[in-house]
C-alpha cells in the first residue's frame, strides 16, 4: 500500500513565525503535490514538484515556497505566517507517468493566531 | 473559467436512489480523470480513474467520460447513508503535471 505521511496532523503557530509542513511517501513516486482545502473552496494546488528539486508553482503559491532535496520528501515552507494561511494542507504523490491517481496523506490542520 | 467545475449541492437522495454527479473540465486536451470521496475531516481517497471515452464500472459506482463534451459523470447506484460525502473530481492538465480538483460536491443520502 502506497503511504504518504504528513509530520503533523494538528499544528498552531504564530503570526510572523516560518512554519515547515513535511510531507514523505515510500512509493518512489515521482509527483508530489501540495493543496491547501477551505470550506466552498475545494483543493487548490499550491506547488507541485515533478521530480527531485524540481518545483512548479500551483494556483495559489504567494506566501509558500518549497523544497525537494530527496525524492520522498517535499516540504512546505511557510514564509512568514499570516492568519489567512489558516487551514487544511494535504500532501499527495503519484507516480510520473501517464494515467497515474494520486494518494494523499492524512492532512495538517494549520492555525495561525 | 474554472479548470474544473462542479455543482457544490447538497446533492439529496433517497436511499436506494441513484446519485449522479457531475463535472466538467475546460481543458480539452486532458487525459485522465478521477473521483474521490471525502468524508468530513478526512483526506480524500480515489474512488475511481477514467481515462476512455464511455463508461467504467467498478460495483455500484459508474465513471462516464465524454471528451467532445468535456465532461465527466460519477453514478453510485443503490446509495447507502454511508456514501454521504463529499465527491471531487479531479483531472490533470495537458502538457502537466497539475493534478488539478473541483470544488466538490455534498451528497447526502437519506434513510
Known amino acids: 500500500d502506497v503511504k504518504v505521511t504528513q509530520s503533523s496532523r494538528y499544528l498552531v503557530k504564530r503570526t510572523g513565525e516560518k512554519v515547515f509542513l513535511e510531507c514523505v511517501q515510500d512509493?518512489?513516486?515521482?509527483?508530489m503535490f501540495w493543496y491547501r482545502q477551505d470550506p466552498g473552496l475545494g483543493l487548490r494546488l499550491i506547488y507541485f514538484s515533478y521530480d527531485v528539486k524540481m518545483k512548479e508553482k500551483g494556483d495559489i503559491p504567494e506566501g509558500y515556497s518549497v523544497s525537494r532535496e530527496k525524492k520522498e520528501r517535499f516540504s512546505l515552507i511557510l514564509e512568514s505566517a499570516s492568519t489567512n494561511q489558516t487551514s487544511m494542507y494535504l500532501c499527495?504523490?503519484?507516480?510520473?507517468?501517464?494515467?497515474?491517481?494520486?494518494?494523499f496523506g492524512q492532512g495538517t490542520r494549520l492555525t495561525v493566531v | 473559467q474554472k479548470e474544473v467545475e462542479q455543482n457544490s449541492g447538497p446533492l439529496s437522495v433517497p436511499e436506494g436512489a441513484i446519485a449522479s454527479l457531475n463535472c466538467t473540465y475546460s481543458d480539452r486536451g486532458s487525459q485522465s480523470f478521477f473521483w474521490y470521496r471525502q468524508y468530513s475531516g478526512k483526506s480524500p481517497e480515489l474512488i475511481m480513474s477514467?481515462?476512455?471515452?464511455g463508461d467504467k464500472e467498478d460495483g455500484r459506482f459508474t465513471a462516464q467520460l465524454n471528451k467532445a463534451s468535456q465532461y465527466v459523470s460519477l453514478l453510485i447506484r443503490d446509495s447507502q447513508p454511508s456514501d454521504s460525502a463529499t465527491y471531487l473530481c479531479a483531472v490533470i492538465t495537458s502538457g502537466t503535471y497539475k493534478y488539478i480538483f473541483g470544488t466538490g460536491t455534498r451528497l447526502k443520502v437519506l434513510a
Open positions: 512509493m518512489d513516486h515521482e509527483n
Open positions: 499527495a504523490s503519484r507516480r510520473g507517468t501517464v494515467n497515474t491517481e494520486a494518494f
Open positions: 477514467i481515462y476512455s471515452n
